[in-house]
């Protein structure tokens, strides 16, 4: 099961981090991966980290301006979100897979969280 939290309203140029706690599983067994989903839009690919944190990779779109980590002892994952801008605004979702490398697509995720909106207002 994920469970994200941490999503609200944020003005332009502001800061949110989300965070997604996962259970049911050992968690330094799942890659883990961003998505979001504005309205309209077909769900895309935010980020994603490694099974032990030391790889990651983000759309160019929030590239320099988000930031994805894990803490293993807390069978968490966190996205850091700065310099935000309306275009980001959506409902982000965490997911996991049990692959040993990066997932930047949809189908290379196994389990989805609820997701949480983040609205960012200009």
């Known amino acids: 099961q994920l469970v994200e939290s941490g999503g609200g309203l944020v003005q332009a140029g502001g800061s949110l981090r989300l965070s997604c706690a996962a259970s049911g599983r050992t968690f330094s067994d799942l890659g883990m991966g961003w998505f979001r989903q504005a309205p309209g839009k077909e769900r895309e690919f935010v980020g994603a980290i490694s099974r032990s944190g030391d790889t990651t990779e983000y759309a160019d779109s929030v590239k320099g301006r988000f930031t994805i980590s894990r803490d293993n002892t807390k069978n968490t994952v966190y996205l850091q979100m700065s310099s935000l801008k309306s275009e980001d605004t959506a409902v982000y979702y965490c997911?996991?897979?049990?692959?040993?490398?990066?997932?930047?697509?949809?189908?290379?995720?196994?389990?989805w969280g609820q997701g949480t909106q983040v609205t960012v207002s200009s």
């Open positions: 997911a996991a897979n049990r692959f040993p490398g990066i997932a930047t697509r949809i189908g290379g995720y196994d389990y």
